[in-house]
């Protein structure tokens, strides 16, 4: 299966990050989601990609296994600090999921912003000036607000996407943005907005009717007085269902599976998988574990808790002291509940893992905890019920209703409210008494519903949104 492009356009992506890693020194495409779907769209239509190049030496033009050119955009240490520390990770991030902290506003950190994204213009500029045929540029994310009205400045009839992989926030928390009328002016320059679900699409569409009052919003159209117009969309994003399903039927997974067992015993088994990042839920999970282990003495030595925390923007304050928070709660609920000679009720792994023994950890998972504040979608949730629909069709998901994954699996996850400890100390210990029955059905129903809206679909609803409008505009 694969995605396709509509008509032969190459494919100009756009994104904070080109798509690879480094391996023994040796630069290959990254894994994940985003690339595997455009693969095969790439392959046939060919492109570019485009992004900062992370102050990396010597990023390639090409790798093996991409067909497309790699353009790094070099940014110096400075102009980094305030568009990427700063006004991305510091103002965007933390009032785009609900003021979970609270955004910092800083005005140099803005001119980062507007600057970088002038050279991802330049950069953008060249690649499209040099396209044999009209191109499709498909920019991604919230880094890259401001780029679709620079590029249409530039190109007035250049076909531009935007997807955003955040929530949009309700428009009380938009218009806190000093720049708000910028950063919307920015996005409306685009043909094609696509976002995880209608909530933020609506989100959208009513800040931009309450922010802009040249701008007038008809359904999931917003037209300009200069006659522009720009669709809103909801695509949520997804996995590759049959790669993930594959990778769980694996015999190096078996043996991850069986290694781990051991290591567990006959106890349950409940998991968490996040960047360490304050929107994830990891504290209040946490809580909610010391919680259960203080007043059902009964379970204490019966389950564990294991989770893993990938390191993120540990250069940002917030993250810094997240992680001592994090490992505080550890070391006090292991401290308090380990019995002398037994294991830890507790495993905390702050590294990533690599993708054989993450579907082994998912395997083994008698319940998946995803219990962020604020995601704007959450694929963990989704590799959780493909990888276990693909073996033993067992396992519980508990799931944050502050996800977008939320809308989509309804209330065949156990939905909870990821602030109120209390309240998630006890659906963990409801989900460990679910039949097997009920469990495998849950699982067997979402599996299905990420089958019928993988990643594929989602990279076609995308393309083809940019092609249409553009087209009937
Ligand atoms: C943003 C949005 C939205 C995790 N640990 C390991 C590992 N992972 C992989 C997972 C999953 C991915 O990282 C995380 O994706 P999420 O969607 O859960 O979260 P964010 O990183 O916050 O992503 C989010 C997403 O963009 C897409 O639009 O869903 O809402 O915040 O694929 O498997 N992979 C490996 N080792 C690990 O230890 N190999």
Not at 205 to 213: C, D, E, F, I
Not at 335 to 343: A, K, L, N, Q, V
Not at 346 to 366: F, K, N, S
Not at 425 to 443: K, N, S, V
Request: charged share 25%; proline share 6%.
């Amino acid at each position: 299966m694969g995605a396709t492009a509509p008509g032969d356009a190459p494919l100009i992506l756009v994104a904070n990050r080109l798509p690879l890693a480094r391996q023994q020194g040796v630069w290959r495409p990254a894994s994940g989601g985003l690339v595997t779907a455009l693969t095969p769209v790439i392959e046939r239509v060919g492109g570019a990609w485009i992004g900062w190049d992370e102050d990396a030496q010597g990023v390639p033009a090409r790798v093996e296994g991409l067909n497309c050119d790699l353009h790094a955009v070099d940014l110096e240490p400075e102009l980094v600090e305030g568009y990427y520390h700063g006004f991305t990770n510091r103002t965007l991030w933390p009032l785009f999921h609900d003021l979970v902290v609270q955004p910092v506003i800083d005005r140099s950190w803005w001119r980062s912003y507007v600057t970088v994204t002038t050279r991802f213009a330049d950069a953008v500029s060249e690649v499209v000036e040099a396209s044999p045929t009209p191109p499709i540029v498909w920019i991604q994310d919230y880094h890259l607000l401001l780029l679709p009205q620079l590029l249409r400045e530039r190109h007035p009839d250049l076909r531009i996407g935007m997807f955003l992989h955040i929530p949009f926030p309700a428009p009380e928390l938009f218009a806190r943005l000093p720049w708000r009328e910028s950063l919307l002016g920015g996005m409306l320059a685009a043909d094609s907005l696509g976002f995880h679900t209608e909530q933020y699409r609506d989100n959208f569409l009513r800040t931009v009717q309450r922010v802009l009052p040249d701008a007038t919003v008809l359904g999931d159209r917003v037209m300009r007085d200069d006659g522009r117009r720009v669709r809103a969309l909801a695509h949520p994003i997804s996995i590759d269902t049959e790669d993930f399903a594959e990778l769980a039927r694996a015999s190096a997974t078996d043996a991850e599976v069986a290694a781990l067992r051991e290591q567990f015993g006959d106890r349950k088994v409940l998991l968490g998988v996040d960047r360490l990042d304050y929107t994830k839920g990891i504290r209040h999970r946490l809580q909610a574990i010391e919680l259960l282990l203080e007043q059902r003495p009964h379970l204490r030595g019966r389950f564990v808790f294991v989770q893993i925390a990938v390191p993120s923007r540990d250069d940002v304050e917030e993250y810094r002291r997240l992680r001592t928070q994090v490992e505080t709660e550890v070391g006090r609920i292991n401290g308090r509940f380990t019995e002398p000679g037994h294991d830890v009720p507790v495993h905390y792994l702050h590294r990533a893992i690599d993708r054989t023994r993450l579907a082994a950890y998912y395997r083994l998972a008698d319940v998946m905890c995803v219990t962020p504040l604020k995601d704007g979608m959450n694929l963990v949730a989704k590799e959780f019920v493909t990888v276990r629909d693909a073996t033993d069709g067992d396992g519980v998901l508990i799931l944050s209703e502050f996800c977008g994954t939320a809308y989509e699996f309804g209330h065949d996850a156990v939905r909870c409210n990821p602030f109120d400890v209390e309240g998630l100390a006890t659906l963990m210990e409801g989900a460990l008494e679910l039949t097997p029955d009920d469990r495998r059905a849950r699982i067997a129903r979402m599996a299905q519903v990420v089958r019928d809206h993988d990643v594929f679909r989602w990279v076609t609803d995308e393309l083809d949104a940019i092609w249409d409008v553009a087209g009937t505009a």
